[in-house]
Structures are given as structure tokens and as C-alpha cells.
């Protein structure tokens, strides 16, 4: 009687092992690509009950920055480039000269801090559909940037360190102090207008 031939295998009861392994390897060394948003606060949900109130912003109030599909960029009534946005809406929210062209400040009970004038200052912002999404972001920065600002002059001011520095309970105070009230149009077409 012949024998049966052993065909030689190869002994892969540890290569699971090592795939495992190499599979933590891989998953606690790599980095996952985190985005990031803009920073928005929505109005909260209106109550179903609640009437609804025509609200009538003063135009001096609202400064309208657009930008069209070639990047141009517009603020207020003057064409102007990025760079020059932030100081633009600096002074247009902080209305250093009570100038009656520029939003109007109401004296503002703030908790905490007392009274203050806030300014009634609305940034709308509203873009073409052919933006770039680098021009619609560094709008975006120069806004906020301006903002930031504003807030830190408030907190040097009033605190004598940057809002960054701040207790959680002052930069409550530097927010209700310095609103950031940006209005976000849906997209269209502003170059035809």
C-alpha cells in the first residue's frame, strides 16, 4: 500500500495576528483630517404660539457687504478689497463719532457690567453663486476679525487683557457688549443687479 503524500502548508494561524496588529498600528498613528466650520449662532427655534412681528431695521443700521462672481468685493456703497474690510466694519459698528450715517447705539442694561452703549449694527452679507469658496471665506475672516477687535478693545479697556483672557462670565459681558449680528443671504446672482 503507497502512502499518502503531506502536502507542506504553510502555518497561518498567526497572520491574523499580525494583520490585527498592524490594523492598531495604523488606526492610533494616523491622523483623521478634522473640518471645521464657521462659528454661527442660530436664532432659536420661534415658539408655535408666538405672533409674528414685522421687525423694521433702520437702514442706517445695516451695512450690505457683496461679493459677485468675479470676487469683487462691495461694501456698503464703495468697491473695496479685502484687506480694507475689516477696519471698514470697525468703524461702521463702533461708530466712534456718532456720525448719522452709521448705526445707532441703544444704553443697554448688562448684567454684571451695567449700562453700555450697544450698537444696532446688522452685517449682512449676501454672494454670488459663482463666488470662489476662498474669496466667501476670507470675507468671512475679515468679519469675525473685525469683530474679535472690537471685543478685545472692549476687554483691554474694561478688564486691561485680551478677550481670550478673559473669565468665562467677562466674555459674556464683551459679547452682549459687542454683538456679532451677521445676516447670511441665500446665494444668487448679484452681478446681473
Known amino acids: 500500500m503507497a502512502s499518502k503524500k503531506k502536502v507542506p502548508a504553510m502555518n497561518t494561524s498567526s497572520t491574523a495576528d499580525i494583520a ?3 490594523l492598531c498600528y495604523f488606526l492610533m498613528t494616523t491622523t483623521m483630517g478634522s473640518q471645521t466650520g464657521l462659528s454661527r449662532r442660530l436664532p432659536p427655534m420661534p415658539d408655535q404660539n ?3 412681528e414685522d421687525q423694521k431695521v433702520n437702514r442706517r443700521n445695516i451695512i450690505v457687504v457683496k461679493i459677485n462672481s468675479a470676487d469683487r468685493l462691495l461694501a456698503g456703497s464703495e468697491p ?7 477696519d471698514k466694519i470697525k468703524e461702521f459698528l463702533s461708530n466712534p463719532a456718532d456720525d448719522p450715517t452709521l448705526p445707532e447705539k441703544t444704553m443697554t442694561d448688562i448684567e454684571g457690567y451695567g449700562q453700555y452703549p450697544v450698537s444696532k449694527g446688522v452685517i449682512s452679507l449676501q454672494n454670488d453663486r459663482g463666488t470662489s469658496y476662498h474669496a466667501y471665506i476670507a470675507v468671512q475672516n475679515e468679519l469675525v476679525k473685525a469683530i ?9 479697556k474694561n478688564y486691561g487683557k485680551p478677550y481670550l483672557n478673559l473669565t468665562e ?3 459674556d459681558i464683551a459679547k452682549k457688549a459687542i454683538p456679532q449680528n451677521i445676516s447670511e443671504a441665500e446665494p444668487k446672482d448679484v452681478s446681473k443687479k
Do not use: G, I, P, T
Request: glycine residues 0%; without cysteine.
Open 148 to 156: 474679535d477687535e472690537l471685543r478685545d478693545e472692549f476687554a483691554f
Open 20 to 22: 490585527f496588529l498592524l
Open 169 to 171: 462670565e467677562q466674555q
Open 80 to 86: 473695496m478689497d479685502v484687506s480694507q474690510l475689516k
Open 50 to 52: 408666538q405672533k409674528v
